[in-house]
């Protein structure tokens, strides 16, 4: 199992473009979820999916899209990039009722 | 959610034992305590969690206070790999995992 994966791994953008950071699940897990985590702080909740249909807003979640068409994918959509969006982004994903979360490998972005 | 306070950092010799502490005086009767970890330029991974009684799995223990309002994170002889960022959540299995800072841990050799 190639667990959660995210791409890409490294990205840089200019202020006001849009990109889309992929993070994909082969475990079936019913539930993923975003976090950011700037320098010397803990991960901070984006987004979350309960299952395929159904997304909400975490703790910072102004800036950022997110859509849930099917249980292996939830991409976070990134309207209008600034710099305070410089951050790393991960994608985790755990079964229901279980507390084992299996996080991505994380997405360095960089906005200029 | 409930707040967890742990110290910012704690240093350790490898091959001895490390006691990671965290309050959590709000915790709720439903609160599980879960651990993760974050190694250098990793994704958080899952160490251990309980709710009442103290835990034991390969990576670590877990000691809970008879309150409930402190728990321990033991790692029974730290390894230079055990150098993370530790991180003590409280929460059910239905909701979201929320970070705090958490302690970072250095092993010397």
């Known amino acids: 199992n190639a667990g959660v994966t995210q791409t890409p791994k490294f990205q840089v953008l200019k202020t006001g473009q849009s990109m889309t950071l992929q993070c994909a699940q082969d475990m079936n897990h019913e539930y993923m979820s975003w976090y950011r985590q700037d320098p010397g702080m803990g991960l901070r909740l984006i987004h979350y999916?309960?299952?395929?249909?159904?997304?909400d807003q975490g703790e910072v979640p102004n800036g950022y899209n997110v859509s849930r068409s099917t249980t292996e994918d939830f991409p976070l959509r990134l309207l209008s990039a600034a710099p305070s969006q410089t951050s790393v982004y991960f994608c985790?994903?755990?079964?229901?009722?279980?507390?084992?979360?299996?996080f991505g490998s994380g997405t360095r972005l960089t906005v200029v | 959610d409930a707040k967890t306070t742990q110290p910012n950092s704690m240093e350790s010799n490898e091959e001895e034992p490390v006691h990671l502490p965290c309050n959590h005086s709000t915790i709720s009767g439903t609160d599980y305590i879960h651990w993760y970890r974050q190694l250098p330029s990793q994704g958080p991974e899952y160490v251990i969690h309980g709710l009442t009684s103290n835990v034991n799995n390969r990576m670590a223990s877990l000691a809970i206070a008879e309150d409930r309002k402190s728990s321990t994170l033991i790692l029974h002889r730290a390894t230079l790999r055990d150098a993370a960022v530790y991180y003590c959540?409280?929460?059910?299995?239905?909701?979201?995992?929320?970070f705090g800072k958490g302690t970072k841990l250095s092993v010397k050799p």
């Open positions: 999916s309960v299952g395929a249909g159904i997304t």
């Open positions: 959540i409280l929460g059910g299995s239905q909701g979201n995992l929320i």
């Open positions: 985790a994903s755990r079964p229901p009722r279980t507390f084992f979360c299996t």
